[in-house]
């Protein structure tokens, strides 16, 4: 048997029926190990290594999993052809046992039978350059989050999240809001003339130049002064210019502009889109089995294979005519800095039209696919033609002008209509008489109209994550999780008004506390720039501790001073930290580790230790009740295991004071001097303040028995030994 590997129970049961002889394809259910959930789990003072961490859930994938590799003459890695993908084989070879240096991985950008064969065929090893691009970006984001977001609670006193990119996208939904709040409306007015050569039809031109400026009345009264102005000027034909206007057809999507296109056109979020997006590319269920519709959803290339466009081409010929396909194919250029692994995003086969899966696919999968399967069609199409006309008049000192097209050729519009319907104060589609230039106009009236300058319109998804592609802000990946953060329902950060992301109260503090002290995360320009070098790990040749720990040193600095407090530590005098843990706020002393001194932000606030309850394994809280400070499990009341750490139990053989029962980290009880750190006595066993007469050592009480606490005397309290 040989055994394929993917993270999908449907990509596995697509891929099954491509297959002959003896495989067998099974699924990891994505990750098989991550960091951990409740601590960072990144080792600072160890060259940044994370600590991966097999979540209770994964336990019976693994032993599934790792019974079937056992089994099997070879193993086969075929998760996602990205860097999360690359991270994912590489932990399922780490935890399965298989040679992470043997060639068991394999990648395939569309799940069709002709991919996968040929994929099988060319094995290759685990890109480690990949999964240090994964791990660098991981291991960035978990020190930035479980660093600041701490932080900004404590300070916040809220219970807040902070995230590398995530912080970033909110402040620029914040910025915006503030410039909205701030714009003051200007009036200004708008004049047309509604004009018309000898015999022959009027049409509408508007006021745009004066003395050769741009210039737009702005009050009542001069608008009424250019009117009569007007009324007095004889009005000529300056130019006229007809000319043919192509528009050529967009590329094919990539991850960005599905996300955009698919918020505008379907009125669906991002995280959904990507959700359906990943079904489609999958597989959906058929009475043929499984089918894949579409290749690789997270892509930035707009490349396209040969084979791809010349079955696009025939298609094309076949449906729509040949005019509307291009003598040669529609090619389109990747953005610089963008990764070119992958094809832009396409359906595998154009013969699984949308129509033929209209009654198997649910709405909202139907909508996406036919949206994918269009643009892609129409990216390969003839260009659109237009007759355009632009029109200048000139009415003495003034300049007035109108535009239009008329459509000559639908071209690639046939099938996709991009055109977007902005305003155009100029006429936009104005139909002219013929006319020549230096032919005077008649003037049949003036109309006059009020209007203000409007403010900056709020960031929808789909304009949101075009702004952070366009400032290189995150990657293609990372959008649909930015923007389900930023909505999400514990937090809300923003939420939608009809369409548009408005910013919570909550919003404005956290972006203000993170541009106070961490001002470089904030940073856009430096938030591309760690994105290339990001990249420049995963292309090799990049050490990627070197750069966590370039970027760690200002951080920890940052994040030291962003917690300081007026505070003073009452035991060294040095200024206390407000630190966040999961049972409320505390202070802790900055001289740490030379002062280990915490105490409550109030005195019901219960303070983590590190300390683990004996009982039950869950950590122990300090508190303090009306008999003095103790300890008391984190699991009440399910488990109700306390310690007091005031009780004084025993006599210091050493200084005579009252000896303390309290806990060591490893959770056992020992008993130490009242009079520290004067006196460091300690003890396991309760001291009862005397020495043993034959030794000199000190005496314990052990149950009901006092004897000598030298493992090499046998004294006991009755001298009998």
Known sequence: MQLIIVESPHKAKTIEKFLEGDFKVDASKGHVRDLPVNYMGVNIGGNFEPHYVIAAEKMKDIERLSADAKKAERVFLATDPDREGEAISWHLAEVLGLDVNSENRIEFNEI???????????????????????????????????????????????????????????????????????????????????????????????????????????????????????????????????????????????????????????????????????????????????????????????????????????????????????????????????????????????????????????????????????????????????????????????????????????????????????????????????????????????????????????????????????????????????????????????????KYLVPNDVSYSLVDFLVKYFPGIMDVSFTARMETALDDIGEGGKDWHKLIADFYKPFEKQLRNSKLTDVICDKCGAPMIINSGKYGNYYACSNYPNCKNIKPVNEKTAIPTDKICPECGSVLLEREGKFGKFLACSNYPKCKYTLSLTESVGVCPECGKPTKKMMSKSGKVFYGCSGYPDCKFMSWDIPTGKRCPKCNSYLIKVGNKVKCSSKKCDYTENGEG
């Open 112 to 498: 069709s039978e002709t991919a996968v064969k040929n994929a099988l065929k060319n094995p290759r090893k685990i890109d480690m350059d990949l999964v240090d691009a994964q791990q660098a970006r991981r291991v960035l984001d978990r020190i930035v989050g479980y660093g600041i977001s701490p932080a900004a609670s404590s300070r916040l006193n809220e219970t807040l999240s902070a995230g590398r990119v995530q912080s970033v996208a909110l402040k620029m939904v914040v910025d915006r809001e503030r410039e909205i709040a701030a714009f003051v409306p200007k009036e200004y007015w708008n004049i047309k003339a509604d004009v018309f050569p000898d015999g022959k039809s009027n049409f509408k031109v508007l006021l745009v130049l004066k003395d050769g400026k741009k210039y737009k009345p702005s009050d009542k009264n001069e608008s009424e002064q250019v009117v009569a102005e007007l009324k007095n000027s004889q009005f000529k034909v300056k130019s006229l210019k007809k000319t043919v206007m192509k528009s050529h057809a967009p590329a094919p999507f990539i991850t960005s502009t599905l996300q955009q296109d698919g918020s505008i056109k379907l009125g669906v979020s991002a995280p959904q889109i990507m959700q359906i997006a990943q079904r489609l590319y999958e597989g959906v269920e058929t009475p043929r089995g499984n089918i894949a519709l579409i290749t690789y959803m997270r892509t930035d290339s707009v490349r396209i294979s040969k084979e791809a466009q010349y079955s696009a081409l025939s298609y094309i010929k076949a449906n729509y005519g040949e005019e509307y396909a291009p003598s040669k194919p529609n090619f389109y250029r990747t953005k610089s800095g963008a990764q070119d692994a992958h094809e832009a995003i396409r359906p595998i086969d154009l013969r699984n039209t949308p129509e033929k899966f209209k009654d198997i696919l649910d709405k909202n999968q139907y909508r996406l696919y036919k949206l994918i399967f269009d643009r892609f069609v129409a990216s390969q199409m003839s260009e659109a033609v237009y007759n355009g006309v632009s029109l200048e008049v000139q009415a003495d000192r003034y300049e007035l002008r109108t535009s239009g097209k008329t459509l000559k050729f639908k071209g690639y519009t046939a099938v996709y209509d991009d055109t977007k319907k902005e305003e155009d104060e100029e006429g936009g589609n104005a139909i002219l008489p013929d006319m020549k230039e230096g032919e005077t106009l008649n003037l049949k009236g003036i109309e006059k109209e009020q209007k203000f300058t409007k403010p900056p319109v709020r960031f929808t998804e789909a304009t949101l994550i075009k702004n952070m592609e366009e400032k290189g802000i995150g990657r293609p990946s990372t959008y649909a999780t930015i923007m389900a953060k930023l909505s999400d329902k514990k937090r809300e950060y923003v939420r939608k008004e009809k």
